[in-house]
Protein backbone atom coordinates (compact mmCIF):
# COMPACT_ATOMS: atom_id res chain seq x y z
CA UNK A 1 0.00 0.00 0.00
CA UNK A 2 2.07 3.50 -0.88
CA UNK A 3 0.98 6.37 1.74
CA UNK A 4 1.57 10.10 1.03
CA UNK A 5 1.60 12.35 3.84
CA UNK A 6 1.71 16.35 3.54
CA UNK A 7 3.07 18.23 6.55
CA UNK A 8 4.58 21.81 6.95
CA UNK A 9 3.18 24.94 8.05
CA UNK A 10 -0.42 26.04 8.00
CA UNK A 11 -0.17 29.46 8.15
CA UNK A 12 2.55 31.69 5.89
CA UNK A 13 2.56 35.19 5.56
CA UNK A 14 2.60 37.63 2.67
CA UNK A 15 5.71 37.61 0.67
CA UNK A 16 7.17 34.84 2.42
CA UNK A 17 8.00 31.11 1.04
CA UNK A 18 5.38 28.00 1.73
CA UNK A 19 7.25 25.19 2.43
CA UNK A 20 5.85 21.48 2.65
CA UNK A 21 7.10 18.03 2.61
CA UNK A 22 5.44 14.95 1.41
CA UNK A 23 6.78 11.67 3.17
CA UNK A 24 6.23 8.48 1.05
CA UNK A 25 5.96 5.04 3.05
CA UNK A 26 5.06 1.49 1.04
CA UNK A 27 7.21 2.17 -2.01
CA UNK A 28 10.78 3.76 -2.60
CA UNK A 29 11.03 6.88 -4.38
CA UNK A 30 14.19 5.21 -5.91
CA UNK A 31 12.22 2.93 -7.68
CA UNK A 32 10.77 5.15 -10.04
CA UNK A 33 8.06 7.15 -11.03
CA UNK A 34 7.62 10.72 -10.96
CA UNK A 35 6.33 12.42 -7.97
CA UNK A 36 4.22 15.75 -7.97
CA UNK A 37 2.23 18.59 -6.11
CA UNK A 38 -1.16 19.73 -6.87
CA UNK A 39 -3.19 22.40 -4.97
CA UNK A 40 -7.03 23.70 -5.02
CA UNK A 41 -7.93 26.76 -3.78
CA UNK A 42 -11.25 27.10 -1.23
CA UNK A 43 -14.53 26.11 -3.19
CA UNK A 44 -12.09 25.44 -6.74
CA UNK A 45 -10.52 23.29 -8.64
CA UNK A 46 -7.42 21.17 -8.81
CA UNK A 47 -3.95 22.78 -10.39
CA UNK A 48 -0.61 21.07 -10.99
CA UNK A 49 2.09 22.69 -9.63
CA UNK A 50 4.74 20.18 -10.99
CA UNK A 51 6.53 16.75 -10.21
CA UNK A 52 10.03 15.55 -9.91
CA UNK A 53 11.55 12.04 -10.84
CA UNK A 54 13.93 10.10 -8.37
CA UNK A 55 16.84 11.55 -10.24
CA UNK A 56 15.65 15.40 -9.74
CA UNK A 57 14.50 15.80 -13.21
CA UNK A 58 11.55 18.26 -12.85
CA UNK A 59 8.56 19.93 -14.61
CA UNK A 60 6.37 22.75 -13.61
CA UNK A 61 3.09 24.32 -14.38
CA UNK A 62 4.45 27.16 -16.18
CA UNK A 63 2.35 29.27 -14.83
CA UNK A 64 4.08 28.86 -11.27
CA UNK A 65 7.87 28.06 -12.31
CA UNK A 66 9.44 31.26 -11.44
CA UNK A 67 8.35 30.79 -8.23
CA UNK A 68 8.09 27.31 -7.46
CA UNK A 69 11.07 24.35 -6.53
CA UNK A 70 10.63 20.89 -6.13
CA UNK A 71 13.25 18.66 -5.07
CA UNK A 72 13.54 14.88 -3.73
CA UNK A 73 15.60 13.67 -0.51
CA UNK A 74 15.40 9.65 -1.92
CA UNK A 75 17.55 9.09 1.74
CA UNK A 76 14.45 10.24 3.66
CA UNK A 77 11.95 8.74 1.16
CA UNK A 78 10.19 12.18 0.90
CA UNK A 79 10.04 14.92 -1.55
CA UNK A 80 9.44 18.77 -1.07
CA UNK A 81 7.90 21.83 -2.30
CA UNK A 82 9.14 25.52 -2.11
CA UNK A 83 6.83 28.07 -3.92
CA UNK A 84 8.48 32.23 -2.88
CA UNK A 85 6.63 35.61 -2.81
CA UNK A 86 2.98 34.06 -1.89
CA UNK A 87 0.02 36.07 -1.74
CA UNK A 88 -3.53 35.62 -0.62
CA UNK A 89 -4.18 33.41 -3.85
CA UNK A 90 -1.43 30.78 -2.89
CA UNK A 91 -3.79 30.08 0.27
CA UNK A 92 -5.53 26.50 -0.65
CA UNK A 93 -5.32 22.66 -0.09
CA UNK A 94 -1.88 21.35 -0.98
CA UNK A 95 -1.45 17.52 -1.85
CA UNK A 96 1.23 15.22 -3.16
CA UNK A 97 1.00 12.34 -5.47
CA UNK A 98 2.48 9.96 -7.67
CA UNK A 99 2.66 10.75 -10.54
CA UNK A 100 2.90 8.02 -13.59
CA UNK A 101 3.32 9.49 -16.67
CA UNK A 102 0.61 12.20 -15.60
CA UNK A 103 -1.91 9.53 -13.90
CA UNK A 104 -1.96 10.62 -10.46
CA UNK A 105 -2.52 7.22 -8.80
CA UNK A 106 -1.97 7.69 -5.00
CA UNK A 107 -2.67 11.06 -3.09
CA UNK A 108 -1.79 11.96 0.21
CA UNK A 109 -4.75 13.53 2.29
CA UNK A 110 -3.98 17.33 1.77
CA UNK A 111 -3.31 20.42 3.96
CA UNK A 112 -4.24 23.11 3.80
CA UNK A 113 -2.09 26.15 3.49
CA UNK A 114 -3.12 29.95 4.21
CA UNK A 115 -1.57 32.72 3.30
CA UNK A 116 -2.77 35.79 5.85
CA UNK A 117 -0.48 38.50 8.23
CA UNK B 1 -6.04 28.39 -16.00
CA UNK B 2 -8.13 25.57 -16.84
CA UNK B 3 -8.18 24.53 -20.48
CA UNK B 4 -10.60 21.48 -20.65
CA UNK B 5 -14.17 22.77 -20.44
CA UNK B 6 -16.58 20.49 -18.13
CA UNK B 7 -20.27 21.27 -17.09
CA UNK B 8 -20.30 22.84 -13.61
CA UNK B 9 -23.14 20.32 -12.60
CA UNK B 10 -24.74 16.80 -13.39
CA UNK B 11 -27.69 15.00 -11.70
CA UNK B 12 -29.77 11.69 -11.82
CA UNK B 13 -31.95 9.56 -9.35
CA UNK B 14 -30.85 6.04 -7.91
CA UNK B 15 -30.32 3.60 -10.81
CA UNK B 16 -29.87 6.31 -13.82
CA UNK B 17 -26.65 6.60 -15.81
CA UNK B 18 -24.81 10.05 -15.46
CA UNK B 19 -22.49 11.55 -18.06
CA UNK B 20 -19.92 14.05 -17.95
CA UNK B 21 -17.99 15.46 -20.68
CA UNK B 22 -14.83 17.10 -21.05
CA UNK B 23 -14.26 19.52 -24.01
CA UNK B 24 -10.31 19.98 -24.60
CA UNK B 25 -8.04 20.98 -28.24
CA UNK B 26 -5.86 19.11 -30.05
CA UNK B 27 -2.89 20.10 -27.77
CA UNK B 28 -4.38 18.16 -25.01
CA UNK B 29 -7.42 15.61 -25.43
CA UNK B 30 -6.45 15.40 -28.82
CA UNK B 31 -3.44 14.22 -28.97
CA UNK B 32 -2.72 12.61 -24.91
CA UNK B 33 -4.37 10.18 -22.72
CA UNK B 34 -7.48 11.33 -20.33
CA UNK B 35 -7.72 10.27 -16.92
CA UNK B 36 -10.65 10.85 -14.11
CA UNK B 37 -10.68 12.06 -10.45
CA UNK B 38 -13.08 11.52 -8.21
CA UNK B 39 -13.22 13.42 -5.16
CA UNK B 40 -15.53 13.12 -2.27
CA UNK B 41 -16.98 15.38 0.02
CA UNK B 42 -13.53 16.50 2.11
CA UNK B 43 -11.65 14.32 0.77
CA UNK B 44 -8.69 14.26 -1.56
CA UNK B 45 -9.28 12.57 -4.89
CA UNK B 46 -8.81 9.35 -6.46
CA UNK B 47 -8.30 8.35 -9.71
CA UNK B 48 -11.18 6.62 -11.39
CA UNK B 49 -10.24 6.35 -14.82
CA UNK B 50 -6.44 6.07 -16.74
CA UNK B 51 -5.47 5.96 -20.17
CA UNK B 52 -9.30 6.96 -21.48
CA UNK B 53 -11.29 3.93 -20.23
CA UNK B 54 -9.05 2.03 -17.59
CA UNK B 55 -10.52 1.25 -14.42
CA UNK B 56 -7.80 0.85 -11.29
CA UNK B 57 -7.96 -1.74 -9.02
CA UNK B 58 -11.49 -1.39 -7.27
CA UNK B 59 -13.15 0.72 -9.54
CA UNK B 60 -16.58 -0.65 -10.22
CA UNK B 61 -17.75 -1.53 -13.62
CA UNK B 62 -20.67 0.98 -13.25
CA UNK B 63 -17.93 3.86 -14.02
CA UNK B 64 -17.06 3.52 -17.39
CA UNK B 65 -14.38 6.33 -19.86
CA UNK B 66 -14.51 7.03 -23.41
CA UNK B 67 -12.70 9.79 -25.84
CA UNK B 68 -13.43 10.70 -29.68
CA UNK B 69 -11.12 13.56 -31.32
CA UNK B 70 -10.80 16.23 -28.49
CA UNK B 71 -13.40 15.40 -26.25
CA UNK B 72 -13.63 12.61 -23.48
CA UNK B 73 -16.31 11.61 -21.30
CA UNK B 74 -17.37 9.30 -18.15
CA UNK B 75 -20.73 7.98 -17.95
CA UNK B 76 -21.97 6.61 -14.46
CA UNK B 77 -24.52 3.81 -14.76
CA UNK B 78 -26.81 2.52 -11.97
CA UNK B 79 -26.26 5.62 -10.00
CA UNK B 80 -26.01 5.33 -6.12
CA UNK B 81 -25.95 8.08 -3.49
CA UNK B 82 -22.18 7.55 -2.79
CA UNK B 83 -21.32 8.91 -6.31
CA UNK B 84 -22.17 12.10 -4.93
CA UNK B 85 -18.93 13.90 -5.54
CA UNK B 86 -17.07 16.20 -7.53
CA UNK B 87 -15.15 14.86 -11.03
CA UNK B 88 -12.06 16.14 -12.54
CA UNK B 89 -10.67 15.11 -16.14
CA UNK B 90 -7.42 15.52 -16.89
CA UNK B 91 -4.82 15.45 -19.27
CA UNK B 92 -0.88 16.66 -20.59
CA UNK B 93 -1.13 19.41 -22.84
CA UNK B 94 1.67 19.82 -25.09
CA UNK B 95 1.74 23.56 -25.97
CA UNK B 96 1.47 24.50 -22.44
CA UNK B 97 3.81 21.60 -21.58
CA UNK B 98 1.93 20.85 -18.33
CA UNK B 99 -0.75 19.11 -16.53
CA UNK B 100 -3.85 20.32 -16.61
CA UNK B 101 -7.34 19.54 -14.97
CA UNK B 102 -11.13 20.09 -16.19
CA UNK B 103 -13.03 22.79 -14.65
CA UNK B 104 -14.77 19.95 -12.53
CA UNK B 105 -18.29 18.83 -12.57
CA UNK B 106 -20.58 17.97 -9.57
CA UNK B 107 -22.73 15.19 -9.60
CA UNK B 108 -25.94 15.40 -7.26
CA UNK B 109 -28.17 12.46 -6.44
CA UNK B 110 -31.39 13.39 -6.49
Known amino acids: QVLLQESGPGLVKPSETLSLTCTVS?????????WGWIRQPPGKGLEWIGS???????YYNPSLKSRVTISVDTSKNQFSLKVTSVTAADTAEYYC??????????WGQGTLVTVSS | QSVLTQPPSASGTPGQRVTISCSGS????????VNWYQQLPGAAPKLLIY???QRPSGVPDRCSGSKSGTSASLAISGLQSEDEADFYC???????????FGTGTKVTVL
Open chain 2, 26 to 33: SSNIGSNT
Open chain 2, 51 to 53: SNS
Open chain 2, 90 to 100: AAWDDILNGYV
Open chain 1, 97 to 106: ARDFSGCLDY
Open chain 1, 52 to 58: IYHSGST
Open chain 1, 26 to 34: GYSIRRGYY
